[in-house]
């Protein structure tokens, strides 16, 4: 027991002796601290200048669904300890499908193509043609250090470039289909388009909260208004996504029963007519085959005005299934124009800054424990 208490203070000793040679080894290289220190600090401040601004956006949503039927499954489920969160239930699209869509080519392409406001330009213009601009060129020093880092960590990418040589643009062959109708062709993307489709990619994204129920959609962009205009776009684009698909089957229905609707009101009119004609002209001639004739038209047009009052039904019906199953999103947070950017430079900076300050540290310490790494090894 006595000798635990007194190994204790002799630890604790060479513990604070470790501590302190291990200061005086960081002052005693203090000089290469310093130096490493201030060279990743001007390297900062170089990636602080020629750093693009870019700006945030969010928005808020809570899709309502109006399918009863579905929730009060999705409790049952939920009570039993299953999860139906990703279900499609009858017309109903899962929140969870959301991201998929948002993260969609033809989602994408449309907002490639969306006219914005850029301040560099006197007219809106979309994503596409900024991007092939002289104003998305760098300024003079952003050009210098983008050649430096084409040609120092991206020379192997330069060089199979080089080897691969340029792409030839992909054209669909023209043509029916099998049945002879239109054929259906795949979407076909450019160079220059998969480019700017890799920063939407990266720039507008959606997050679902399914404890909750809200979705939230983030978009970055170069410019406050650019930025504004792109999450309203997105915004639109995507709740017209999901109405597209939530009454797809009631207006598939709808125009079947309008298009037969105005046959058959065509068809009642034209007997209709044909009715008052041979009525007019019973007035003066009473023959049987008159009767027959007019008894026949009368016959069809009471069957066709007894379809036509039942289309009608079904058309206000269909209507009215159209409107129930468009759904209505609540906006809880509406777009705003961002005020301050999202990157910040002195933040830049002093990331900069204290990496090369650790970096120099351990570059001190290394070389006072390599002799005795060297001793393990040897």
């Not at 507008?204 to 792109?230: H, M, R």
């Amino acid at each position: 027991m006595d000798e635990n208490n007194n190994n204790m203070p002799q630890a604790q000793e060479e513990e604070g002796i470790d501590i302190m040679a291990l200061v005086k080894q960081l002052w005693d290289g203090r000089k290469t601290v310093i130096i490493w220190t201030c060279a990743f600090m001007v390297l900062g401040l170089i990636a602080a200048l020629t750093m693009k601004r870019s700006y945030a956006v969010s928005t808020v949503m809570v899709p309502q669904l109006n399918s009863s039927k579905a929730s009060s499954l999705s409790s049952l489920a939920s009570l039993a300890g299953f999860d139906l969160g990703s279900v499609n239930t009858g017309s109903e699209l899962s929140p969870l499908i959301y991201p998929q869509i948002v993260s969609s080519v033809p989602f994408q392409k449309e907002l490639m193509y969306t006219p914005l406001h850029y301040s560099k330009c006197d007219t809106a213009i979309c994503m596409f043609d900024y991007s092939l601009s002289d104003y998305a060129k760098p300024g003079p020093v952003g050009a210098v250090f983008q050649a430096i880092g084409k040609y120092t960590i991206g020379l192997p990418g330069v060089i199979l470039g080089a080897i691969r040589g340029k792409k030839e643009p992909i054209v669909l062959p023209e043509g029916e289909g099998a049945d002879g109708g239109a054929a259906a062709k795949p979407l076909v993307i450019s160079e220059d388009e998969e480019k700017v489709l890799k920063v939407l990619s990266e720039n507008v994204s959606l997050a679902v909260d399914k404890k909750e129920g809200y979705v939230t959609l983030n978009v970055k962009g170069s410019e406050p208004i650019q930025t504004a205009e792109l999450a309203m776009k997105a915004q639109q684009l995507l709740q017209d996504e999901i109405t597209r698909f939530r009454v797809e089957k009631s207006q598939s229905e709808l125009e079947y029963i309008q298009a037969r609707y105005n046959e058959i009101k065509a068809e009642t009119e034209s007997y209709q007519e044909q009715l008052a004609k041979i009525t007019d002209r019973q007035q003066s001639l009473t023959g049987t085959r008159d009767r027959i004739e007019r008894d026949r038209i009368q016959t069809k047009y009471n069957m066709a005005s007894s379809i036509y009052s039942e289309l009608a039904k079904q058309l206000e019906q269909s209507k009215m299934q159209v409107k129930k199953d468009t759904p209505v999103f609540t906006i809880v947070q509406p777009v705003s124009v961002p005020t301050k950017p999202a990157n910040s430079r002195a933040k830049t900076l002093i990331v900069w800054t204290f990496f090369g300050g650790i970096l120099g540290c351990g570059i001190v310490l290394g070389k006072g424990y390599l002799p005795k790494i060297k001793e393990m090894f040897a």
